[in-house]
């Protein structure tokens, strides 16, 4: 029902920085948040931030203060901002839409991913 597609990933030196996008389309009716996992290599995929309509926000420590998470609904579109990035935060990055009330609950699409690089 829904897609999602990633993009903005690539290869930067520590302290630089890089911008994800996610792109819905299909049936958006039922985005009620976004959120973006990652899994780094060799390990569990981890949430790292989320956005509700509300505009209420959620990040993970160690990347709270360097990331930004936003959404434009009109787009159907979320991104994340990445500054200062680390070797820490090589990984795949997942977009991630989900429902949160009445008949859009439960609903939970993912995208394919987009590889952060981090390295000197």
């Known amino acids: 029902q829904v897609r999602l597609v990633e993009s903005g990933g690539g290869s930067v030196q520590p302290g630089g920085s890089l911008r994800l996008s996610c792109v819905a389309s299909?049936?958006?009716?039922?985005?009620h948040a976004w959120t973006w996992h990652r899994s780094a290599p060799g390990k569990e995929r981890e949430l790292v931030?989320?956005?509700?309509?509300?505009?209420?926000?959620y990040y993970k420590d160690s990347v709270r203060g360097r990331f930004t998470i936003s959404s434009d609904n009109g787009k159907n579109t979320a991104y994340l901002q990445m500054n200062n990035l680390q070797p820490e935060d090589t990984a795949v990055y997942y977009c991630?839409?989900?429902?949160?009330?009445?008949?859009?609950?439960?609903?939970?699409?993912w995208g394919n991913g987009t590889l952060v690089t981090v390295s000197s």
């Open positions: 931030t989320f956005i509700t309509d509300g505009g209420s926000t």
């Open positions: 991630n839409t989900r429902g949160l009330s009445g008949p859009c609950d439960g609903q939970d699409y």
């Open positions: 299909g049936d958006t009716s039922c985005i």
